[in-house]
């Protein structure tokens, strides 16, 4: 199973990004997907996750400026990121958990927020 992710980048404060997660290859089932984040020196935390009949959850520092969505015809999900904040610069990875509880991680793309 390979995750395509894409979105990264630099932006300012108050800006926004979106992020996307394309999986590919065996994987019978997807059920959550979702998006964790690693800044420097910290460790890796939940940013949203959504399952596989759309509910969703999200990380109290993300409430209300970033909203996490999916195509499931495509395996694709999405992290829409409004009003960002310097303190969510971090690497961001793509999750799945697919067949038999696996989970399934992405590279990882650069978010950086300038202050």
């Known amino acids: 199973v390979q995750l395509q992710a894409s979105g990264g980048g630099l932006v300012q404060a108050g800006g926004s990004l979106r992020l996307s997660c394309a999986a590919s290859?065996?994987?019978?089932?997807?059920?959550?997907m979702g998006w964790y984040r690693q800044a420097p020196g910290k460790q890796r935390e939940l940013v949203a996750a959504i399952t596989s009949g759309g509910s969703a959850n999200y990380a109290d520092s993300v409430k209300g400026r970033f909203t996490i969505s999916r195509d499931n015809a495509k395996n694709t999900v999405y992290l829409h990121m409004n009003r960002l904040k310097p303190e969510d610069t971090a690497v961001y990875y793509c999750?799945?958990?697919?067949?038999?509880?696996?989970?399934?991680w992405g590279k990882g793309t650069q978010v950086t927020v300038s202050s």
């Open positions: 290859g065996s994987i019978f089932s997807i059920n959550a």
């Open positions: 999750w799945v958990l697919g067949d038999y509880g696996m989970d399934y």
